[in-house]
């Protein structure tokens, strides 16, 4: 079967959206624009896997959308919403639950991470995210979809699932007239000069929102003067920056700090160490906080401008997800037929 070029991916809505957040996530939604139809998600549903408190959760919800809009993503002519609004990602995420094994969850290195010594007083959900992360790529029969490289093997796991489905439901497929390629294998997008954003206090540690240090990570909503304050005291090495990016091997701060400027400028690595190569990190540095405030500035300002307007956004997401039902629920009629319910 041809599937239809559709792109999906999603943030969730957990607060404090960072440099990180953008270059690995937001920036690259805005590029896909002008390439495939897409449909970027807030998923709310996968936030609620720890415990959220409730007034803040619908602020997050609307942040995020402010941040997907004020940097480039155009809801008019794609599909911007919050989970929660379809039924259906729950729907296939249940049906999902019924033909993932227990063998592929169990080595989701993710679940280990997030839930910690403490599994056993983990959420259910947070153990079966996985398989609502499939049902969100499959629900719209996503052919691409965006990720970081923490993300690689819940996109593999959404691929088994696909082909688990197609054949276990084959005949059943047949039977009702459609090709026996039900789910398409969707594909990951990675990469970026920045897919990663490491720490600006640790060079070894992701940019985090729950880090304890608000030093450790530029987000979206810092003014220019903290955006800049927070450059000059990024970690760095004593050594000069050197010439060529193979220099940059073991040097983990170095290399973050020109990733963060690549991505920026939108030019590899070599082009940045081309220029600055050689010379002292505070000259480097005072030209990245330059980039970094021409280039966030204007994002941030535009967020702020749409969260005081909740109601705006709100229509924006009821808008997007209207659109989204169109599709979600054809695929839902269809899997229903497939696998033998009374509809």
Not at 211 to 234: C, E, G, H, Q, Y
């Amino acid at each position: 079967m041809a599937f239809q070029q559709r792109v999906f991916s999603g943030v969730q809505p957990t607060g404090n959206l960072h440099l990180g957040n953008y270059l690995g996530a937001i920036q690259r939604f805005v590029a896909l624009q002008d390439s495939y139809d897409c449909l970027y998600c807030v998923v709310d549903m996968h936030a609620i896997t720890v415990w959220q408190d409730p007034a803040e959760l619908k602020k997050q919800i609307r942040e995020v959308t402010a941040a997907f809009i004020a940097a480039g993503i155009d809801p008019a002519k794609h599909i911007v919403f919050n989970q929660s609004q379809v039924s259906g990602h729950a729907e296939l995420a249940w049906v999902f639950n019924c033909v993932a094994r227990l063998g592929w969850l169990n080595r989701m290195t993710q679940f280990k991470e997030k839930a910690g010594k403490d599994r056993e007083n983990a959420s259910v959900g947070l153990y079966a995210y996985p398989n609502l992360m499939a049902a969100d790529i499959l629900l719209y029969r996503a052919t691409h979809v965006p990720v970081g490289e923490d993300q690689k093997q819940h996109l593999e796991l959404a691929r088994d699932i696909a082909q688990k489905f197609n054949n276990d439901f084959g005949p059943s497929m047949t039977a009702l007239g459609l090709e026996g390629t039900f789910f398409p294998q969707p594909e990951p997008l990675i990469g970026g000069p920045a897919a990663r954003v490491m720490s600006l206090r640790d060079g070894s540690k992701k940019m985090s929102k729950s880090d304890p240090s608000d030093l450790s990570r530029i987000n979206l909503t810092d003014d220019a003067d903290t955006v800049a304050s927070k450059i000059r005291k990024a970690k760095t090495d004593p050594e000069p920056l050197p010439s060529e990016a193979e220099g940059l091997k073991g040097r983990p701060e170095a290399e973050n700090l020109v990733g963060i400027y690549a991505a920026l400028a939108d030019i590899s690595k070599e082009k940045v160490l081309a220029e600055f190569g050689g010379g002292q990190f505070s000259t480097f540095k005072a030209a990245l906080v330059d980039l970094s405030v021409a280039k966030l500035g204007p994002v941030g300002s535009e967020m702020k401008r749409l969260v005081s307007e909740p109601s705006h956004i709100d229509a924006i997401l009821r808008d997007g997800a209207a659109r989204a039902r169109v599709i979600a629920d054809e695929t839902m009629r269809q899997v229903k037929d497939i696998v033998g319910f009374v509809r």
